[in-house]
């Protein structure tokens, strides 16, 4: 294997690549590096990403520009502005230590007058999106008749976009003798289209099997229902407490749907898709590379060429509508050497899509067990156990607590004191998800009528007041919790009808709920309240026309949030604050099937997934 000195880059480069810790080239760059550097014919690279494909055909063009000019010399296509950005990043970085070289990248979404101005001051690189590329070459801001390289990177994925005008716009703007590079995961017959019209005799590299995934990913699939596919993503997340992830979503509303879920369960979780502005986007994506945020939602183009490395985990929440496109979300992780898991979570219909992806990635799925509540809590518990071994203790800061302490604690085992503070951290969370379904199990007798079902372990009561009372499911269950049956009780789904109403409580708790209501005498809206426990219907017990239950929760989760943790900041960190706290009692969590049932606040009961 080859240094980048010895593929022809210059001193100042090296020292910068070192500077970033690339100690070698990678396959992609030391086929384009030299290529690029000792000849001038066009160029077709068949590149996944995460393969080093950036520095592949910028260094050589650093190499090889001329820095005693400053009119732009290169441009640089690609598809979405936060890759455009990315792209303009890295370059300044690998120029470093190449003072005259400027970069200027150019996007729509953000101020044009000062991009304006860049390009006046001189770029020899400049990067941009098509779009505000044509835009400024149309102002004549952006001059590209001299350049002597275009590189089209992710050029599928701009055609897939509805570029196609704007590329041949740019291309039309740019002097025959140019040398083009064109880089792509994946070659469609548009951009086969695009190198056969405007391209010579383009010499081909690939670095691996053309679209085929990158070996340093692992592939497993989930099966799921509708129902329960987003408690397999909160199970998921649940198990590996260190999860850094991508979930795709196939629409932006199912994007920030998922987002909104999990931010109101407690994760640290934000959504990035293309009808947000510009500087939310630039948040969520700072916020991520800081690992403010731990999951990101997005759709498959906002998230597209993101260079985010150390992904643990993607996760496919539906599977791109072009197979093709899993290869691109795949290859968020296993990025830069490191290692990651790609998950498909699939329904039974879809699951026959798996094996399509397999033919075009040649890699076989796994298919995954849904964990379950023992296994998560096992991982979680051993997580803190790790994260208590590894805790700094500070002990000038603590030591003048401390003999009170000690003088508390007197009398406690070191077990028992192990115990206690396990417990502490645990019990919610073990009986959150104690009596946990299998949500392996998709033959579940649960799914009755209306996709909702009956749970063994529930009693169902009837209760006198309803719709006409102003009874909504968020007062139904302050009034539950009002009669103080017991610590922790498990509420399970609401039916609120016009006069009537029922709920359903924890079997364990049916006598003392019948006691604590005959006691109590409550009253509601001026009407006395009294609850009978009623027979269960076959396949739920539902009646047509109630409204959607609370049921079907799924539990906490030690990967959230917690309140002694940073928020992530912007339009939703109130809400966050709120949840968080709520979830530290074992309270809220909010089902995405749940109308507009909202958690009111104060409701501290916990409410379990059903079983
Ligand atoms: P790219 O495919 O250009 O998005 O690069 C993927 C990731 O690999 C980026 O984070 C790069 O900084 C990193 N990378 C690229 N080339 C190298 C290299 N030769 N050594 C180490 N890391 C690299």
Not at 509 to 535: A, C, W, Y
Request: glycine letters at 8%; proline letters at 3%; aromatic letters at 6%.
């Amino acid at each position: 294997m080859s240094t980048f000195l010895e593929l022809g880059l210059k001193e100042p480069i090296n020292k910068a690549l070192t500077d970033l810790g690339y100690e070698k080239p990678t396959v992609i760059q030391e086929k384009a590096i030299p290529q690029i550097i000792t000849s001038t014919d066009d160029l077709k690279a068949f590149a996944q990403t995460g393969t080093g494909k950036t520095a592949a055909f910028s260094l050589p063009i650093l190499e090889l520009a001329d820095d005693t000019k400053k009119n732009t010399q290169a441009i640089i296509l690609s598809p979405t502005r936060e890759l455009a950005v990315q792209i303009g990043n890295n370059i300044k970085e690998f120029a470093k230590y190449m003072p005259n070289i400027k970069v200027v990248t150019v996007y729509g979404g953000a101020n044009i007058e000062e991009q304006i101005r860049g390009l006046k001051r001189g770029a020899q690189i400049v990067v941009g999106t098509p779009g505000r590329t044509v835009d400024l070459i149309n102002r004549r801001a952006l001059k590209l008749g001299n350049i002597e390289w275009l590189v089209l990177d992710e050029a599928d994925e701009m055609l897939n976009m509805g570029f196609k005008d704007e590329l041949d716009k740019v291309l039309d703007a740019t002097p025959e003798t140019k040398q083009t590079l064109l880089f792509s995961a994946t070659f469609p017959r548009e951009v086969e289209a695009i190198a056969r019209n405007y391209m010579t005799k383009p010499v081909e590299i690939t670095s691996g099997q053309k679209n085929t995934g990158s070996d340093d990913v692992s592939h497993e699939y989930y099966l799921v229902t509708e129902r329960t596919r987003y408690q397999a993503l909160k199970r998921i997340a649940d198990l590996n407490p260190n999860i850094y992830a991508i979930i795709f979503c196939r629409t932006r509303r199912e994007t920030q749907e998922v987002a909104d879920n999990l931010i109101k369960d407690g994760y640290n979780a934000d959504a990035l898709h293309g009808e947000l502005s510009q500087a939310q986007r630039d948040s969520v994506m700072g916020k991520f590379r800081k690992k403010t945020v731990q999951i990101l939602v997005a759709t498959d183009v906002a998230a597209r060429g993101l260079d985010v490395n150390s992904l643990t985990h993607v996760i496919n929440h539906k599977l791109p509508d072009q197979i093709e496109n899993y290869t691109h979300r795949s290859g968020r992780t296993g990025r830069a050497g490191k290692t990651g898991i790609s998950i498909a979570l699939v329904s039974n219909k879809e699951k026959g899509r798996i094996g399509s992806i397999e033919r075009i990635i040649k890699k076989k799925f796994v298919q995954g067990k849904v964990p379950g509540g023992k296994e998560i809590c096992q991982n979680q518990l051993m997580h803190l156990i790790d994260k208590v071994n590894a805790i700094e203790v500070k002990q000038s800061e603590i030591e003048d607590f401390l003999p009170s302490i000690y003088e508390k604690l007197e009398g406690l085992s070191r077990e028992e004191l192990i115990q206690k503070f396990v417990s502490l951290e645990f019990n919610s969370f073990l009986s959150y998800y104690e009596n946990a379904r299998d949500l392996n199990d998709l033959s579940s007798k649960e799914t009755g009528r209306n996709g909702r079902g009956s749970n063994e372990n529930m009693t169902r009561f009837f209760i006198n007041i309803g719709r006409k009372d102003s009874l909504n499911p968020a007062r139904l269950i302050g009034l539950i919790n009002d009669q103080k049956i017991t610590d922790n009780i498990e509420i399970g789904a609401i039916d609120i009808l016009d006069t009537f109403s029922f709920f359903e409580i924890d079997k364990k708790f049916e006598e003392q709920t019948l006691n604590s209501f005959s006691e109590n005498q409550p009253e509601f809206s001026g009407r006395g309240v009294n609850i009978e426990i009623t027979k269960k219907e076959r396949g739920g017990g539902r009646r047509r026309g109630g409204k959607k239950p609370f049921g079907n929760r799924d539990g906490g989760g030690f990967g959230r949030r917690r309140s002694s943790e940073k928020s992530s900041g912007g339009r939703r960190s109130e809400n966050n604050n709120k949840n968080r706290s709520s979830s530290r009692r074992g309270g809220d969590r909010p089902d995405r099937n749940s109308n507009n049932d909202r958690k009111p606040s104060g409701f501290g009961r916990k409410r379990r997934e059903r079983r």
